[in-house]
């Protein structure tokens, strides 16, 4: 730090962790935790750390709900909501992320965050530092000095506004100790600080400039202009003062850390990569470094050994030959090609290795993958890590890899041993396992090939680790029986890929921008004025200024004009409606069709989705590049989407096969619920079934609306649902949502019983299982923090259903593999999508098929009610609904 000018930034926790939380959408990682806020948060740490370089760092935090403002006016923060519990589970998420950094959250007893700030800045100013403050709160603009400058969130949670006493001047025509006179005056509805009723901004500005502080314009009320001002300053004096008290930030807090202690060296790469990989932040890795060896150079263990395999390089036939009769078994077999994308790299060679020993089998010389077919088809026992993507790359050298038993994966072992891991690196799995560090590199780095020899030499001893533990755990069947022949599957459907009729895709495409221009033109005309539709700012001036609509929630930073506050203001005026269809035609426009003309593959006109089979803690499949699984269908034009994908050739169909309500029919097996039970068995309509029990009226006699209610609740019930959830969900009151979940669970006592047996059997043996004994830990099970508990206890309830309705997909899909290679059909499997699996094949074999699938589908798995599968056939993915 020698030569730095030292910077402190303050960071107000639970401010940007709102923020962000109503910023963001709701993303989750692995677990299923809600983990939006965390990832906003953490994005702006990235930029602050990078951007302002501190020496000294700090997060505030608020202890509690009482404060020593509380006793001051009882009504303090009254008017707040509760904390919804999607953001609560996430603090300590957060505070894991900082420790991760090495970051220090700070929290004082009957003090808010803004008096730790204030105090720490006054003594940061002191000993004569910079400060910033970062937060989305102008409370804290009263801070504000020559030295102590305030960030402000403004878009997004990352773009802020930059404040000292300039600027703050300039906003407010007011100096920053003249913020809480302000606030004395005019009060602050998120703080229910009630100031003088009928004294907004401006007037409040216009007093401060002509008198100073409240209590001299208090003191001057007969200079004041306008009888009714006047009034109110004489009737409100004493809530005027109160105000200002309430909204002055305690500078001299019993804060026990010192700015010494704030001192700030930098983080440790790997530990923070750790967390981010729980969280399931990928996106983020990129721009934190590894700690680790250099590519290609030895690695060590972690007791100070070296691990240093020296490489030996194999380039001719002869050579190869002569080697591989040597070879013993097991090996351990790593692909090494030359970029990211395995779907359209070009393979250069094989990492082979075993103990101390490590060979490159190099493809640039004279030796190529179809030379190696006595190694691929061998009986020796083969260990990799991520089979499919060995198996598309030899694919694309026309070798297809059997499921002969000799082959075992490193991924799918370690991931159903720690399943809330999500996809975690070769390297990271050595290192957990044999206590070894090897430094991974990626296609195209220096040392990469090397890297790849040195991971190899470490497979054989992964696999005596982990399938011992497989065995132990009883999930041996589920990787043998489903797990690793399904990887067989989806590397044959990731290379035959989805047909998408290109010009179909771009004329779409023009249709949704010439939507996009008229819904532009009728917003502006609705509006009385131009304005850019994308800004919230501006869009919040005209929605609540200008055409006076109700404003329901406010940010720290202004209007919140989010989809749900949107959709609560259809009603009030046509505009809003305009909005809400023009920011769907809008990411349909950007995010799908722009998106997927950007991935569909020139020499075969398909798209090549990649299939993550050990990312999910419920052992759901997920795809990227692109998502296929995430199209928006609940909307017309988003169903319309699917028109453009097409089969192969021009006298075949697309059929699709579909589980009807998989995950309710899961739930009345494990709850053996007979309202449930009795639906199912009847072939009833489930959510009017449940609409008719709920609401207690004649099956005939439900309405679309009570049907409506009743589907969210059902869903609702299978992903653990909370009140919050369930009320933004059906737009209505938060109350009337707990009423309605608890009203469900007393109509439905075998599914209230499941859910209170299944948390009882997680906190006794610390974690649940599927039907297909895929297990999930839950090592918050016991833990003393409610939020941290609490969604453990609703883990506990959805994995079993959700991670059972997940195996029983991924079952049916080895079982129709299987038929399909036995019928002699040409149809093909090309896509999964939830519970909805996408075939294509000959419109004569279509009824053929239709039964084989339907047969397999339904029959995967005995349940005490019968599984459904709705099938559909033709001409395009759409038609076939």
């Given at each position: 730090m020698?030569?730095?000018?030292?910077?402190?930034?303050?960071?107000?926790?639970?401010?940007?962790?709102?923020?962000?939380?109503?910023?963001?959408p709701?993303?989750?990682?692995?677990?299923?935790?809600?983990?939006?806020?965390?990832?906003?948060?953490t994005?702006?740490?990235?930029?602050?750390?990078?951007?302002?370089?501190?020496?000294?760092?700090?997060?505030?935090?608020?202890?509690?709900?009482?404060?020593?403002?509380?006793?001051?006016?009882?009504?303090?923060?009254?008017?707040?909501?509760?904390?919804?519990?999607?953001?609560?589970?996430?603090?300590?998420?957060?505070?894991?992320?900082?420790?991760?950094?090495?970051?220090?959250?700070?929290?004082?007893?009957?003090?808010?965050?803004?008096?730790?700030?204030?105090?720490?800045?006054?003594?940061?100013?002191?000993?004569?530092?910079?400060?910033?403050?970062?937060?989305?709160?102008?409370?804290?603009l009263?801070l504000?000095?020559?030295?102590?400058?305030?960030?402000?969130?403004?878009?997004?949670?990352?773009?802020?506004?930059?404040?000292?006493?300039?600027a703050?001047f300039?906003?407010?025509?007011l100096?920053?100790?003249?913020?809480?006179?302000?606030?004395?005056?005019?009060?602050?509805?998120?703080?229910?600080i009630?100031?003088?009723?009928?004294?907004?901004?401006?007037?409040?500005?216009?007093?401060?400039?002509?008198?100073?502080?409240?209590?001299?314009?208090?003191?001057?009320?007969?200079?004041?202009?306008?009888?009714?001002?006047?009034e109110?300053?004489?009737?409100?004096?004493?809530?005027?003062l109160?105000?200002?008290?309430?909204?002055?930030?305690?500078?001299?807090?019993?804060?026990?850390?010192?700015?010494?202690?704030?001192a700030?060296?930098?983080?440790?790469?790997?530990?923070?990569?750790?967390?981010?990989?729980?969280?399931?932040?990928?996106?983020?890795?990129?721009?934190?470094?590894?700690?680790?060896?250099?590519?290609?150079?030895?690695?060590?263990?972690?007791?100070?050994?070296?691990?240093?395999?020296?490489?030996?390089?194999?380039?001719?036939?002869?050579?190869?030959?002569?080697?591989?009769?040597?070879?013993?078994?097991?090996?351990?077999?790593?692909?090494?090609?030359?970029?990211?994308?395995?779907?359209?790299?070009?393979?250069?060679?094989?990492?082979?290795?075993c103990?101390?020993?490590?060979?490159?089998?190099s493809?640039?010389?004279?030796?190529?993958?179809?030379?190696?077919?006595d190694?691929?088809?061998s009986?020796?026992?083969?260990?990799?890590?991520d089979?499919?993507?060995?198996?598309?790359?030899?694919?694309?050298?026309?070798?297809?890899?059997?499921?002969?038993?000799?082959?075992?994966?490193?991924?799918?072992?370690?991931y159903?041993?720690?399943?809330?891991?999500?996809?975690?690196?070769?390297?990271?799995?050595?290192?957990?396992?044999?206590?070894?560090?090897?430094?991974?590199?990626?296609p195209?780095?220096?040392?990469?090939?090397?890297?790849?020899?040195h991971?190899?030499?470490?497979?054989?001893?992964?696999r005596?680790?982990?399938?011992?533990?497989?065995?132990?755990?009883?999930?041996?069947?589920?990787?043998?029986?489903?797990?690793l022949?399904?990887?067989?599957?989806?590397?044959?459907?990731?290379?035959?890929?989805?047909?998408?009729?290109?010009?179909?895709?771009?004329?779409?495409?023009?249709?949704?921008?010439?939507k996009?221009?008229?819904?532009?033109?009728?917003?502006?005309?609705?509006?009385?004025?131009?304005?850019?539709?994308?800004?919230?700012k501006?869009?919040?001036?005209?929605?609540?200024?200008?055409?006076?609509?109700?404003?329901l929630?406010?940010?720290?930073?202004?209007?919140?004009?989010?989809?749900?506050?949107?959709?609560?203001?259809?009603?009030?005026?046509?505009?809003?409606?305009?909005?809400?269809?023009?920011r769907?035609i809008g990411?349909?426009?950007?995010?799908?069709?722009?998106g997927?003309?950007?991935?569909?593959?020139?020499?075969t006109?398909?798209?090549?989705?990649?299939?993550?089979?050990a990312?999910?803690?419920?052992?759901?499949?997920?795809?990227?590049?692109?998502?296929?699984?995430?199209?928006?269908?609940?909307?017309?034009?988003?169903?319309?989407?699917?028109?453009?994908?097409?089969?192969?050739?021009?006298d075949?169909?697309?059929?699709?096969?579909?589980?009807?309500?998989?995950?309710?029919?899961?739930?009345?097996?494990?709850?053996?619920?007979?309202?449930?039970?009795?639906?199912?068995?009847?072939?009833?309509?489930?959510?009017?079934?449940t609409?008719a029990?709920?609401?207690?009226?004649?099956?005939?006699?439900?309405?679309?609306?009570?049907?409506?209610?009743?589907?969210?609740?059902?869903?609702?019930?299978?992903?653990?649902?909370?009140?919050?959830?369930?009320?933004?969900?059906?737009?209505?009151?938060?109350?009337?949502?707990?009423?309605?979940?608890?009203?469900?669970?007393?109509?439905?006592?075998?599914?209230?019983?499941?859910?209170?047996?299944?948390?009882?059997?997680?906190?006794?043996?610390?974690?649940?299982t599927?039907?297909?004994?895929?297990?999930?830990?839950?090592?918050?099970?016991?833990?003393?923090?409610?939020?941290?508990?609490?969604?453990?206890?609703?883990?506990?309830?959805?994995?079993?259903i959700?991670?059972?309705?997940?195996?029983?997909?991924?079952?049916?899909?080895?079982?129709?593999?299987?038929?399909?290679?036995?019928?002699g059909?040409?149809?093909?499997?090309?896509?999964?999508?939830?519970?909805?699996?996408?075939?294509?094949?000959?419109?004569?074999e279509?009824?053929?098929?239709?039964?084989?699938?339907?047969?397999?589908?339904?029959?995967?798995?005995?349940?005490?009610?019968?599984?459904?599968?709705?099938i559909?056939?033709?001409k395009?993915?759409?038609?076939?609904?």
């Amino acid at each position: 730090m020698a030569g730095r000018r030292p910077k402190l930034i303050l960071i107000d926790g639970n401010s940007i962790a709102y923020r962000a939380f109503f910023a963001l959408p709701a993303l989750s990682n692995a677990e299923g935790q809600f983990t939006n806020a965390v990832f906003g948060f953490t994005q702006m740490l990235l930029k602050l750390l990078q951007d302002e370089s501190p020496t000294h760092i700090a997060v505030a935090f608020d202890a509690g709900k009482e404060t020593f403002r509380h006793g001051l006016y009882e009504a303090y923060k009254g008017t707040r909501e509760k904390t919804p519990g999607e953001l609560s589970e996430q603090f300590p998420l957060l505070r894991e992320v900082l420790q991760a950094f090495s970051i220090p959250a700070l929290e004082v007893p009957n003090y808010e965050a803004d008096d730790i700030i204030g105090t720490l800045s006054k003594r940061a100013e002191e000993a004569g530092m910079d400060t910033l403050i970062v937060s989305g709160d102008k409370d804290l603009l009263q801070l504000v000095s020559e030295r102590v400058h305030a960030a402000l969130t403004r878009k997004g949670i990352t773009e802020m506004d930059r404040y000292d006493p300039q600027a703050v001047f300039d906003r407010f025509g007011l100096t920053p100790a003249q913020i809480i006179d302000l606030k004395g005056l005019m009060g602050d509805a998120s703080d229910n600080i009630p100031g003088v009723p009928g004294v907004g901004e401006k007037t409040a500005v216009k007093l401060l400039q002509a008198h100073g502080s409240v209590e001299e314009v208090l003191a001057h009320t007969g200079d004041v202009s306008g009888v009714k001002l006047r009034e109110r300053l004489e009737t409100y004096r004493d809530q005027a003062l109160l105000s200002k008290q309430l909204a002055t930030i305690h500078r001299d807090a019993p804060v026990d850390w010192g700015v010494d202690d704030l001192a700030y060296t930098g983080y440790n790469p790997s530990e923070v990569r750790r967390v981010f990989q729980r969280l399931g932040f990928r996106s983020l890795l990129d721009k934190i470094p590894r700690e680790i060896d250099t590519p290609g150079q030895p690695s060590t263990t972690s007791d100070g050994k070296r691990f240093q395999p020296q490489v030996q390089r194999i380039e001719t036939l002869d050579a190869y030959r002569q080697w591989v009769r040597r070879l013993t078994s097991p090996i351990g077999i790593l692909p090494v090609y030359d970029r990211e994308d395995y779907q359209t790299a070009r393979l250069l060679g094989v990492a082979v290795g075993c103990g101390d020993q490590a060979w490159l089998v190099s493809f640039e010389s004279e030796l190529g993958p179809t030379d190696l077919m006595d190694l691929w088809q061998s009986e020796r026992d083969k260990v990799v890590f991520d089979l499919k993507s060995l198996a598309v790359l030899l694919d694309g050298h026309g070798i297809t890899l059997e499921n002969d038993g000799t082959w075992f994966d490193v991924m799918l072992g370690s991931y159903l041993l720690n399943p809330s891991d999500g996809e975690v690196s070769l390297s990271d799995i050595v290192e957990r396992e044999t206590h070894r560090q090897v430094a991974p590199a990626k296609p195209g780095e220096p040392g990469y090939a090397e890297a790849q020899a040195h991971l190899a030499a470490c497979l054989p001893a992964l696999r005596s680790h982990l399938f011992p533990a497989l065995e132990a755990q009883e999930v041996d069947h589920l990787y043998g029986d489903i797990e690793l022949p399904l990887e067989f599957v989806l590397a044959r459907m990731e290379v035959i890929g989805f047909r998408v009729n290109q010009d179909k895709l771009r004329a779409f495409g023009a249709e949704l921008e010439r939507k996009l221009a008229e819904l532009t033109k009728r917003i502006h005309e609705r509006a009385g004025m131009e304005f850019n539709i994308n800004s919230p700012k501006q869009l919040g001036e005209v929605l609540f200024d200008k055409l006076g609509l109700p404003a329901l929630k406010k940010t720290k930073t202004g209007y919140s004009t989010s989809a749900d506050v949107l959709e609560k203001l259809a009603p009030y005026n046509e505009i809003v409606q305009d909005i809400l269809e023009y920011r769907m035609i809008g990411k349909l426009l950007s995010t799908y069709v722009e998106g997927l003309l950007k991935v569909i593959r020139p020499e075969t006109g398909r798209v090549h989705t990649r299939f993550h089979q050990a990312l999910t803690a419920t052992g759901r499949l997920s795809s990227s590049e692109p998502n296929l699984q995430n199209i928006p269908i609940r909307m017309e034009e988003g169903r319309e989407l699917r028109k453009a994908f097409e089969p192969t050739y021009e006298d075949w169909v697309i059929l699709s096969a579909d589980y009807s309500q998989i995950e309710l029919r899961v739930l009345a097996h494990l709850s053996g619920d007979e309202a449930l039970l009795d639906a199912f068995r009847s072939g009833a309509d489930i959510h009017a079934s449940t609409a008719a029990t709920v609401f207690e009226v004649p099956m005939d006699q439900v309405t679309p609306a009570q049907r409506r209610q009743a589907k969210a609740v059902n869903f609702g019930i299978v992903y653990g649902i909370s009140d919050y959830g369930l009320s933004q969900n059906l737009n209505i009151p938060r109350k009337q949502a707990a009423q309605f979940i608890e009203e469900y669970f007393r109509k439905f006592p075998g599914v209230a019983r499941y859910m209170q047996e299944i948390v009882e059997t997680a906190r006794k043996q610390g974690y649940v299982t599927t039907l297909l004994n895929r297990r999930r830990y839950l090592p918050d099970i016991h833990s003393r923090n409610f939020n941290q508990r609490s969604f453990a206890e609703r883990t506990a309830m959805n994995t079993p259903i959700q991670g059972s309705a997940a195996d029983i997909i991924k079952l049916a899909m080895v079982r129709i593999d299987r038929a399909l290679a036995e019928s002699g059909l040409q149809a093909r499997m090309l896509l999964q999508v939830h519970d909805e699996l996408i075939f294509e094949c000959p419109e004569a074999e279509a009824d053929r098929l239709a039964e084989l699938v339907q047969e397999n589908m339904e029959n995967a798995l005995t349940l005490n009610v019968p599984l459904k599968v709705d099938i559909h056939t033709g001409k395009t993915w759409y038609d076939a609904k």
